[in-house]
């Protein structure tokens, strides 16, 4: 199998704009077959635009997105046999039981039968809803139309499900439960998983790649291991006086930079740091503390998305 056959989703120069505001821009993905794939970035960043482009829901201003080679914008019937999606925001009939809403869902994609029934039921099975399949939706907490949102995602066996953030407005159990779901899914049904959310946390525990969104642009797009690759530790330096402390650090060779009253050092062997603490004290410079620092992956979404964003 080539690069390209590896490959479920592909946009090059992906654009929207509404009027005046750019909601996504020049947005290039490449998400692999068969991976958890988070498109995480502040809320207003461009994921849920990303995802009704990527639906065929609304048509990009320019750049192009395809689904397994179909392009999303003029074969958005077959992108929807393809493709399973839970919104953020999802609807069901509320005077109709959890059981009657996937059976009129089947039914509307030709599934019927002992087919549909069969598959129901491994459905509800499968995401803990069987003993409240014949409750109306209607008296369903947030938790429950989840659970409940993914079976009707998955009915019709698609090769990739789109989660708009799953665990929005969940509590933390609900939050673990839809997390551990969310990961036996590759595994389970063979799928590719897409999850938007705002949250590194949620991501970091879940996702195999990760794609962040600033202002509708990508800052960053690789695996999590590389994002972990940024978080490296270094020493945090405060003297009495930084200024020429960093003078005497450059003539050492040592590079620095200063940061919020410290000077920033790579780690250092405990013989290089002793040494370069006594000549700072030789020069008549007080060492008032040199810690180790490593920077959290919080430190890091903030750093590439900007740290007035909203978390």
């Known amino acids: 199998m080539d690069q390209m056959e590896r490959i479920i989703i592909h946009t090059e120069g992906l654009t929207k704009c509404y009027g005046e505001k750019t909601a996504v821009s020049e947005l290039n993905l490449d998400i692999r077959k068969g991976e958890i794939f988070g498109l995480l970035g502040p809320n207003g960043a ?9 639906l065929g ?9 395809s689904i397994n080679g179909r392009d999303c914008t003029r074969d958005p019937i077959g992108i929807k046999t393809m493709v ?10 509320a005077d109709m039981t959890g059981r009657e809403n996937l059976r009129f869902t089947g039914r509307l994609n030709g599934l019927k039968g002992t087919l549909l029934e069969e598959r129901i039921d491994s ?14 939706t209607g008296t369903y907490s947030r938790g429950m139309k ?7 995602a998955l009915l019709c066996r698609p090769e990739l499900l789109i989660l708009d953030e799953p665990t929005n407005g969940l ?21 590719t998983v897409v999850v938007s959310s705002h949250l590194l946390s949620e991501i970091d525990q879940m996702a195999d790649h990760v794609a962040i969104i600033r202002e509708g642009e990508l800052v960053f797009q690789d695996t999590l291991e590389a994002l972990h690759g940024r978080s490296r530790h270094h020493l945090a330096l405060r003297t009495t006086n930084n200024a020429v402390a960093r003078a005497i650090l450059q003539e050492k060779s040592v590079p620095c930079q200063e940061e919020e009253g410290y000077l920033i050092l790579p780690i250092l062997s405990d013989e290089l740091a002793a040494q370069l603490t006594r000549l700072l004290g030789a020069r008549n410079l007080g ?5 180790e620092r490593q920077k959290s992956l919080e430190d890091i979404f903030l750093e590439l998305t900007g740290k ?4």
Do not use: H, N
């Open 287 to 291: 060492v008032i503390r040199l810690e």
């Open 308 to 311: 007035a964003a909203s978390l």
């Open 84 to 93: 399973g999606y839970l919104p953020d925001q999802m609807g069901f009939y």
């Open 57 to 65: 829901l609304t048509e990009p201003t320019s750049g192009t997105a």
């Open 46 to 54: 461009g994921k849920t635009t990303t995802i009704l482009m990527l």
């Open 123 to 136: 459905l509800l099975e499968r995401v803990r809803m069987t003993e409240a399949a014949d409750k109306k």
């Open 171 to 191: 509590d933390p159990a609900g939050i673990q439960e839809m997390r551990e779901l969310i990961c036996s899914l590759p595994e389970r049904f063979g799928m």
């Open 146 to 152: 989840q659970r409940l949102g993914i079976a009707r």
